[in-house]
């Protein structure tokens, strides 16, 4: 299929990505809740926390946008600059899986799925960029 | 270690703490239990070593086995990491240094660690005007304040020579003698030998307003002579100022008495002076002046109260009469004299009694008296007038029939006064009817019965009975020209009755059950 350029399984992947961070919006908010609550978490731990949540949840929205208006358009800028807040996105994840204040086992399940999902994603914008540009 | 939570004594061994480590070997064989068998540290991580001890009964001697395993929390929302370092343990209170001092001070020091203070501030500007008008009134021991200064009533500090810098407490009663040192040739140079010296400045009606000022009056004045009488003048308006007059310094200030008139409000209305001048000759070089301070309340007759409301000790007893031709007791009449109330006789120096008519001492309250004279009796005297003689003698001229109970007891209130009950015996015990002999009082023994009253915290003495003794004796006949000396005796002896205090307890709580009233209902 030389006519369509547009890669099928990042599309994909971009939906089910969609779909899924709203769930890991929604659970890791949850359960900043609960941490709150069970546990010691004072003011200056739990601001940190969920502004880059909020943060996250900005920089997903505007990635997966810019991913996918670049993938159905067969432009690799959008697409570029949907790597590369990818990458800030990863760094994001990272800090939810390691340096958050209380990392529970559910959190470590949620963002170990996220990065895996990352990983995935920015494999397939590679090729898709490399189908584009040539 | 830290986890162990049998161990409480320090370095040494508790009994069945597995897990102390200052316990050896030996103090294990002596265990029965292990009182604490898992030691773990928070049970919320995902993982974590645990050490499990147990107790091994069957070897002898007993031993512990210690085992080290891995505990794992099965739950999905187990701890995993932490990056919050006093997450799962009390943190220890920060040591102040001299860097950290000042921001500690700033989060610690309010009562409740709040982020508002400001709140606290809020009540107390809401609470200043109302402070400010307190101020303007006169309280309890305030001195009071003149246009210069303070009212003085000079006293004797340390030695006996008088200091002009005792103010005046408003409504405490003072009363100070000191002496001054004075001289002729100075008569008229030393201002606190002069009148003017303590009608000079005006007394504040209010704390700190200079607005209102009350002059002091001279009420009376009376001149003492060099020989000690006392006359009376009978215009106080002119001023009588020290001048020298044959070789005498005249008109020297020797007692001043203050009467302050204050309303319930705390101001000052009124105030007046008595003066008592005298003179002084040449030799003289000291004079004693006494000084003297009481308060009115405005509209009120002043009774001096001996308590309020319980007795207090070395006040004098209150006492009266109801007044004659009143069906029921409307009020009691008291003479409103300190000392003129429940008086006994007084010793004298020449112990006679008949010469000592008339001495007299108030019953103080919580106070035993005893006090007496001797009689001569010779064969003239004739029973019935000396009877009437030693009766009046020993009662004095009117002697009460009530005593207030209370210190505050009220004219008007009949049921707060104690009657008199009067006794009288004989000190011969057979009392042979067939003489016709006279009975002669030689003793009063008055007998106070009070009693605690109130709260144990603060008990009140309160006057709950009263007798009055008379014991007599039978005057035997002298031989004409002989006389005999008896002993006449009077006595006041105060007796505590009250009942011990006893403790009381809660009545047990009961459980109080009970069916709602339509419990049976077809039935009732």
């Known amino acids: 299929s030389s006519y369509q350029l547009s890669?099928?399984?990042?599309?994909?992947?971009?939906?089910?990505?969609?779909?899924?961070?709203?769930?890991?919006?929604?659970?890791?908010?949850?359960?900043?809740?609960?941490?709150?609550?069970v546990f010691s978490y004072p003011d200056d731990f739990l601001a940190p926390d969920l502004a880059l949540l909020f943060i996250m949840a900005i920089l997903e929205v505007l990635r997966l946008y810019l991913g996918s208006k670049g993938n159905l358009t067969e432009e690799e800028a959008p697409l570029g600059l949907s790597l590369v807040i990818t990458v800030g996105s990863v760094i994001l994840s990272v800090y939810f899986l390691v340096w958050?204040?209380?990392?529970?086992?559910?959190?470590?399940?949620?963002n170990a799925l996220l990065l895996f999902t990352y990983g995935l994603e920015s494999v397939l914008k590679v090729v898709a960029i490399a189908a584009f540009v040539s | 270690a830290k986890l162990?939570?049998?161990?409480?004594?320090?370095?040494?061994?508790?009994?069945?703490?597995?897990?102390?480590?200052?316990?050896?070997?030996?103090?294990?064989?002596?265990f029965t239990t292990c009182s604490v068998p898992v030691v773990t540290g928070d049970n919320r991580l995902c993982s974590q070593k645990a050490a499990i001890y147990s107790l091994d009964v069957e070897a002898n001697p007993p031993e512990r086995i210690f085992k080290l395993v891995d505990q794992v929390n099965p739950s999905v929302f187990c701890i995993h990491a932490t990056n919050y370092k006093e997450a799962l343990s009390f943190s220890s209170p920060r040591?102040?240094?001299?860097?950290?001092?000042?921001?500690?001070?700033?989060?610690?020091?309010?009562?409740?660690?709040?982020?508002?203070?400001?709140?606290?501030?809020?009540?107390?500007?809401?609470?200043?005007?109302?402070?400010?008008?307190?101020?303007?009134?006169?309280?309890?021991?305030?001195?009071?304040q003149t246009v210069d200064a303070f009212l003085r009533l000079p006293?004797?500090?340390?030695?006996?020579?008088?200091?002009?810098?005792?103010?005046?407490?408003?409504?405490?009663?003072?009363?100070t003698k000191c002496t001054r040192s004075v001289s002729v040739e100075k008569c008229g140079n030393i201002q606190a030998v002069s009148m003017l010296f303590y009608i000079n400045?005006?007394?504040?009606?209010?704390?700190?307003?200079?607005?209102?000022?009350?002059?002091?009056?001279?009420?009376?004045?009376?001149?003492?002579s060099l020989n000690g009488m006392w006359t009376l003048l009978d215009s106080s308006d002119v001023l009588r100022l020290p001048m020298i007059l044959?070789?005498?310094?005249?008109?020297?200030?020797?007692?001043?008495?203050?009467?302050?008139?204050?309303?319930?409000?705390?101001?000052?209305?009124?105030a007046a002076a008595s003066f008592v001048v005298g003179a002084i000759n040449k030799e003289a070089l000291s004079i004693q002046?006494?000084?003297?301070?009481?308060?009115?309340?405005?509209?009120?007759?002043?009774?001096?109260?001996?308590?309020?409301?319980?007795?207090?000790?070395?006040?004098?007893?209150?006492?009266?009469?109801?007044?004659?031709?009143?069906?029921?007791?409307?009020?009691i009449l008291f003479n409103t004299n300190k000392h003129g109330q429940l008086t006994i006789l007084q010793s004298t120096s020449n112990q006679d009694c008949l010469s000592a008519q008339g001495a007299r001492t108030p019953v103080l309250f919580g106070y035993n008296m005893v006090s007496g004279c001797k009689l001569r009796i010779t064969a003239a005297m004739k029973c019935q007038p000396l009877t009437q003689t030693l009766l009046d003698l020993l009662k004095g001229q009117t002697f009460p029939e009530y005593v207030a109970s209370f210190g505050n007891s009220q004219a008007q209130d009949v049921l707060d006064w104690v009657p008199i009950t009067h006794f009288q015996t004989s000190e011969q015990r057979i009392y042979n009817a067939f003489q016709s002999s006279c009975q002669i009082p030689i003793s009063l023994e008055i007998e106070v019965k009070w009693t605690k009253y109130g709260s144990l915290v603060n008990p009140q003495a309160r006057i709950v009975n009263v007798t009055a003794t008379i014991t007599t004796t039978t005057l035997k006949q002298l031989p004409s020209g002989r006389e005999r000396t008896i002993p006449i005796t009077s006595s006041v002896v105060f007796t505590d009755i009250s009942s011990p205090a006893e403790p009381g307890y809660k009545a047990w709580p009961t459980i109080n059950v009970k069916l709602p009233f339509d419990f049976f209902f077809p039935f009732v």
């Not at chain 1, 958050?100 to 949620?110: E, G, N, S, W």
């Not at chain 2, 005792?166 to 009363?175: D, K, R, S, T």
């Not at chain 2, 409301?309 to 031709?325: E, K, N």
């Open chain 1, 100 to 110: 958050q204040t209380y990392v529970l086992k559910a959190d470590v399940i949620l």
């Open chain 2, 289 to 331: 002046q006494s000084f003297e301070i009481s308060f009115t309340q405005v509209n009120t007759k002043p009774v001096p109260l001996s308590g309020n409301p319980g007795y207090v000790v070395g006040l004098p007893v209150r006492a009266g009469f109801r007044p004659q031709g009143y069906p029921f007791p409307v009020e």
């Open chain 2, 246 to 270: 044959d070789e005498l310094c005249i008109n020297i200030v020797l007692g001043v008495s203050y009467h302050i008139t204050y309303t319930d409000a705390g101001e000052i209305i009124e």
């Open chain 1, 7 to 37: 890669s099928v399984p990042l599309q994909i992947l971009f939906y089910i990505n969609g779909i899924y961070y709203i769930f890991y919006f929604l659970a890791t908010l949850a359960m900043i809740v609960y941490k709150s609550e």
């Open chain 2, 95 to 144: 040591m102040p240094t001299s860097e950290n001092f000042d921001q500690l001070l700033k989060e610690f020091e309010s009562a409740t660690f709040s982020a508002e203070p400001d709140s606290w501030n809020m009540n107390t500007d809401a609470q200043s005007p109302s402070d400010a008008k307190e101020t303007y009134r006169y309280k309890y021991g305030v001195p009071i």
């Open chain 2, 4 to 30: 162990c939570v049998c161990d409480l004594l320090v370095a040494q061994c508790d009994v069945n703490c597995c897990c102390d480590p200052d316990c050896s070997a030996a103090d294990f064989s002596l």
């Open chain 2, 155 to 175: 006293s004797p500090v340390v030695s006996s020579w008088c200091s002009d810098a005792n103010p005046a407490g408003f409504l405490v009663n003072q009363a």
């Open chain 2, 201 to 224: 400045s005006s007394i504040l009606a209010k704390l700190h307003e200079f607005v209102f000022q009350v002059n002091i009056t001279v009420q009376s004045v009376v001149v003492q």
